[in-house]
Every structure is written in C-alpha cells, then in structure tokens.
C-alpha cells in the first residue's frame, strides 16, 4: 500500500500548495485592473454606438465587441475572461459556474446591505480537480444606459424588444432597474 499512501501525500501537498499573500494581491491587482479597462471600453463603445444608431442599431455592440474585447484579454493573457450574470441573454458565454453562482449570489446580497454595487469584487485561490485557480469577479451594476437594454418592458423600446427576441429567443436578461447587479466580469487564471 505504499504507492497508495504516497499518491494521497501527493494529492495532500498539491491540495495544500500555498499560494504567498502578496501574489494575491498582485494578481487581484492585476485583475482588477483588465476587468476595469474591459468594462470602460465597453461603456464607451455602448455610448457612441447608441448616441449613433439607437439602443437597437447598439445591440450588435454588446454581442459581438463584449466578447471580442474578453477573447484579447484571455488570449493576450493566459487567461479565460468573460462576463456571466444570474440571468443570462446569451447563454452560450453566461451562464456561471458553480463558484460564480455563489459569488454572484453573494454580490446580491453585499449590493442589498448597502455596498457599492460598483466597488463590488471578489478574488480567491480555488482547488479544482486539474489544478489550482486564481478566480477573480467584478460586479458589473447597472447604469441607466443599460436599462434601454436590460430594463422593464417601459424602458425597451418596441424595435429593440423585436431585434431581442428574434436573436436572443432564451433572453432572462430583462427587468433589471438602475443600481442593480447585471452580472460580473470573471477572470480565471491557472497557477
Ligand atoms: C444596446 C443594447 C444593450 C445595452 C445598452 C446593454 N446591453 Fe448588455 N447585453 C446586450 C446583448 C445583446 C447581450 C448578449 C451579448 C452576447 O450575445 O454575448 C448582452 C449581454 C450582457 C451581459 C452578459 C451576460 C448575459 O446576460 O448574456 C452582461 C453582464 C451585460 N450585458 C451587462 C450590461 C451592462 C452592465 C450594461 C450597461 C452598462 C449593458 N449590458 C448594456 C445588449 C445590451
């Protein structure tokens, strides 16, 4: 039974590899920082194609720039970046993983006691059976600007509630008003 009790040892010691504290903090530093370049490229990409073409003529920026911009930053990195939410439009790239799930739960309820929905983050090292993680999320609150997108039915206008419906036949993303968690940007980088 040696091989045995070698293997768990193994398993113990990668289990238990410690990640040191100031690599964290370079890492959530890091992080933070992609999450807030990714979020503000999107917004100003957002704002100009709506100030040019309308809410409806800017959908085509959140489906296609969004993950155009996560794609750079995972390939540019090493990293796998995207944006998830509770209630997803496109449930090819949204919807959460189990941690993300409870994360974005979490988020919800900090937002309900009173943060700063846009100061909201989390970062943690995560055991996972390929390895270990690095897991970074950015909560993504909901502006006005976003509400002709992701409001109630009074604040999408009929031609972007069509161009929705015909393209995102599974949406869950309505109903949201100002102040709200969307959803968040998540980073996972292996160790
Ligand atoms: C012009 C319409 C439009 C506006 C404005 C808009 N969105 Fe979106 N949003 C979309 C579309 C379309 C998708 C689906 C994108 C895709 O196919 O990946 C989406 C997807 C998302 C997702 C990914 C998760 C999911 O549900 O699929 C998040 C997060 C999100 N939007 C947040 C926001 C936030 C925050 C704002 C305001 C800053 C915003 N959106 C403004 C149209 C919009």
């Known amino acids: ?87 997803t439009r496109n449930a090819l790239l949204g919807i959460p993983d189990a941690w993300e799930q409870k994360v974005l739960a979490e988020f919800d309820a900090r937002a309900a006691k009173g943060e700063d929905p846009a100061k909201i983050e989390f970062a943690e090292v995560v055991a996972e059976p390929a390895g270990q993680y690095f897991r970074y999320m950015k909560a993504l609150p909901v502006q006005p600007l976003c509400l002709s997108c992701h409001g109630g039915p009074g604040d999408i206008a009929p031609a972007v509630r069509a161009k929705l419906a015909s393209e995102y036949p599974h949406d869950r993303a309505t109903g949201y008003s100002a102040g709200q968690i969307r959803g968040a940007i998540t980073i996972k980088r292996p160790l």
Do not use: H, Y
């Open 1 to 87: 039974m040696r091989v045995g009790l070698i293997g768990a040892a193994l398993a113990a010691a990668v289990a238990a590899a410690p990640v040191a504290a100031q690599d964290v903090a370079k890492m959530t530093e890091e992080s933070r920082a992609a999450a807030g370049g990714f979020a503000q490229k999107l917004g100003g990409e957002l704002k100009q194609a709506i100030s040019q073409g309308g809410p409806d003529g800017a959908i085509g920026v959140c489906r296609n720039i969004a993950p155009q911009i996560a794609g750079e930053l995972s390939l540019r990195n090493g990293w796998q970046v995207t944006r998830v939410s509770l209630k």
